[in-house]
């Protein structure tokens, strides 16, 4: 079975911080990806990676960045957190072949404050 | 682009009715589609998906989902439910893989189902 590990289930930041969000896979999957995820609007995709070092914006990257220097770690960043963007952040992880699904991690429930 | 509507934010059903969890897309090619459920506290599990082929699609669970182009629909139903299937259900439509898609996923805005004894 795949596994995809975020590192924390809950976090609580203050205003302006720097914010680490940690996803590692082990299935060697070559696409990663980031989402938040807020009641009534589904799931919201911020950036994605299709290989190490490689990666594109989403629907709404604004205030985030991600880094990918290794194949397995997707890290997604939030360079001076708001309020806003108190939310729960899903990471996916998907074999770049055919018609694979993505498979998600548990979540991070991420509190700004 | 490529868009997603579930048309109930809720749906409320007894337990062993049948379940019907609606969806619509928009795509401007022939898409992928997949159906993924959500417990509390949990991530999203993959229930079924549709890619090419028989257009009426099995999954786990006892859910089956028929996909019918001139309706642009992909509806989630179950014959009999149970009150373990309460929890969060998300469409999602994908390009199919090539080029820049990489399968990326646009999701509906998500079906809260509630299982009454």
């Known amino acids: 079975d795949v596994k995809v590990t975020q590192s924390s289930r809950y976090l609580v930041k203050r205003t302006g911080e720097k914010v680490f969000l940690e996803c590692v896979q082990d299935m060697d999957h070559e696409n990663m990806f980031w989402y938040r995820q807020d009641p009534g609007l589904g799931l919201r995709l911020i950036y994605f990676s299709y290989d190490v070092k490689m990666k594109e914006k989403g629907d709404i990257p604004e205030g985030y960045s991600v880094s990918r220097e290794k194949k397995e770690r997707f890290s997604l960043i939030l360079e001076s957190a708001s309020t806003n963007q108190t939310s729960m952040y899903l990471c996916?992880?998907?074999?770049?072949?055919?018609?694979?699904?993505?498979?998600f991690g548990d979540g991070t429930r991420l509190s700004i404050l | 682009a490529q868009s997603v509507t579930q048309l109930g934010s809720h749906v409320s059903v007894s337990e062993g009715a049948l379940v019907l969890l609606r969806c619509n897309y928009s795509s401007s090619v022939p898409p992928y589609l997949f159906w993924y459920v959500q417990y509390p506290n949990q991530g999203l599990q993959l229930l079924l998906k549709y890619t090419t082929g028989a257009t009426l699609v099995k999954g786990i669970n006892g859910f089956e989902a028929e996909f019918k182009k001139s309706e642009t629909s992909f509806h989630l139903t179950k014959p009999s439910a149970h009150m373990s299937d309460a929890a969060e259900y998300f469409c999602a439509v994908s390009d199919p893989v090539g080029g820049t898609s990489y399968g990326k996923l646009t999701f509906g805005q998500g079906t809260i189902l509630t299982v009454h004894p």
């Open positions: 996916a992880s998907r074999q770049d072949v055919g018609n694979q699904p993505q498979h």
